[in-house]
């Protein structure tokens, strides 16, 4: 029988599945991998997912957002007073719990939080069911690390009001690894892991300590002030004053008109988070004027290794020296946490190295005329699934500090086998600026991994 995991957030949900030796994440009917954990009622339905989260404009006082921060709680939570205040659907108190007071125009009603979320978790079964069939009910929930017993039993128990078995409850930071098999595959050795979540509404990070596939949290910490709303209303801000540069008006006060330009800047920002560009257009944004803008990005993946890229330069795309203030505040919090575990950066390991066997071969002599090619294959052992490339600045052949270290290239979900050897052919390509090029591929499957090392300006 297959168990599968469900992870219920703020702002999205998922499923996944484990299948041939690693997590799956099972796409939803319209084909996306994260459904939001949006539920509208109307007169005559309850809608979940993309339908309800696009339907919020026209419906907004009777569409639920955000339940996760309400599950559990009781009026006099703090948390859950400031979710009151800021939601549009009514939250009362009613016969001494929380409800969401649902008016479709025929009837009023009351509804607990967690109907909302059984809602959210028969929809996250019924994807599963797409893949597994219907008896796949055995299910592992992700929680919060910070989440109480009431909050974690409200989370259970709607998950089985959905028809859900539930096996176990398990930490996020704990299951980011599980996912990845960090510490499952490697019988001895300890690695420090930092696992970085910037979920909808909050930015977790933690340290954890992996000791012989034994997890162990360190230290950890939530920033309820970032996550990606506030890069969403950063760019919808925007949206808004190229709005009134070109038309003249600020619509900065108008609910409707703000809350379709949320919507195309939530739009905008998944696509910005694999292409280069992202067109918003929007029909008759304000007074009938249609508003297109086309908004440029670079990639954002500094945020998770900034040591590894170049200081901004002055053509740095839009969106992210819009939203530099927020990544900044990202990378502060891990130093804070860092700080406050006692650990330098060098004392995390970003991926784990199974073999244990280190070994250095020197590429780019000092004086090697630019530019150059080199490649040269490694092996590793079959029965280990991740490879790690380590780029230093050696002072000698076989010598390499820590401190030297400058970037590195993780291959990570090899096939394992019994015998033979992982061949993995690294190509580095240095240009004439001294910018480094850097591909790494498994031969046997062809999977590959790439990273591009700038000179920093």
Not at 136 to 157: H, M, R, S, Y
Not at 166 to 179: F, G, K, Q
């Amino acid at each position: 029988m297959a168990a599968i995991g469900v992870h219920l957030g703020c702002t999205s949900a998922c499923v996944a599945v484990y299948k041939d030796g690693r997590a799956d994440v099972v796409a939803n009917d319209a084909g996306d991998r994260v459904t939001p954990a949006v539920v509208a009622y109307s007169e005559n339905e309850e809608v979940v997912g993309l339908a309800a989260k696009q339907s919020r404009i026209r419906n907004i006082s009777n569409t639920v957002m955000k339940v996760k921060q309400i599950l559990g709680r009781s009026s006099d939570d703090p948390q859950a007073q400031k979710y009151i205040t800021e939601s549009k659907c009514l939250v009362i108190e009613k016969n001494g719990k929380l409800r969401y007071k649902i008016d479709t125009g025929e009837e009023t009603k009351f509804v607990n939080p967690e109907d909302v979320a059984r809602l959210i978790f028969s929809k996250m079964k019924e994807t599963a069911h797409s893949v597994l069939g219907s008896d796949a009910n055995d299910v592992v929930i992700t929680v919060p690390f910070d989440f109480g017993e009431k909050q974690k039993n409200a989370l259970g128990e709607a998950a089985r009001a959905a028809g859900f078995n539930v096996l176990r409850l398990i930490h996020e930071p704990s299951a980011a690894l599980l996912a990845y098999g960090i510490g499952q595959e490697s019988p001895a050795g300890k690695s420090n892991i930092l696992v970085f979540k910037l979920g909808g509404t909050s930015l977790s990070i933690s340290v954890m300590e992996v000791n012989s596939g034994i997890y162990r949290v360190i230290s950890t910490n939530t920033d309820d002030n970032i996550g990606g709303t506030q890069f969403t209303e950063t760019l919808a801000q925007h949206l808004a004053s190229e709005f009134q540069r070109s038309f003249k008006h600020d619509i900065r006060g108008n609910a409707r008109a703000m809350m379709k330009l949320m919507n195309s800047a939530d739009i905008a920002k998944h696509s910005l988070s694999t292409l280069g560009s992202a067109n918003c257009f929007l029909d008759s944004l304000y007074e009938g004027q249609d508003f297109d803008c086309n908004v440029s990005s670079g990639k954002f993946g500094f945020l998770l290794a900034p040591a590894l890229w170049p200081q901004p330069a002055e053509n740095r795309a839009r969106f992210e020296l819009l939203c530099s203030p927020l990544f900044n505040k990202c990378i502060e919090a891990i130093r804070a946490l860092l700080q406050q575990s006692g650990f330098a950066a060098d004392d995390i390991n970003k991926g784990v190295d199974e073999s244990g066997a280190n070994s250095f071969t020197v590429l780019f002599p000092s004086g090697t005329p630019l530019p150059a090619r080199r490649q040269h294959t490694l092996q590793a052992p079959g029965s280990i699934s991740s490879v790690c490339l380590e780029l230093y600045e050696s002072e000698g052949k076989n010598s390499a500090k820590e401190e030297n270290k400058f970037a590195q290239v993780i291959l990570q979900d090899l096939n394992k086998k019994e015998n033979g050897l992982h061949d993995i052919l690294a190509v580095l390509t240095m240009k004439r600026d001294g910018s480094l090029h850097v591909t790494c591929t498994d031969q046997e499957t062809g999977k590959c991994e790439a990273i591009t090392i700038e000179v920093a300006s």
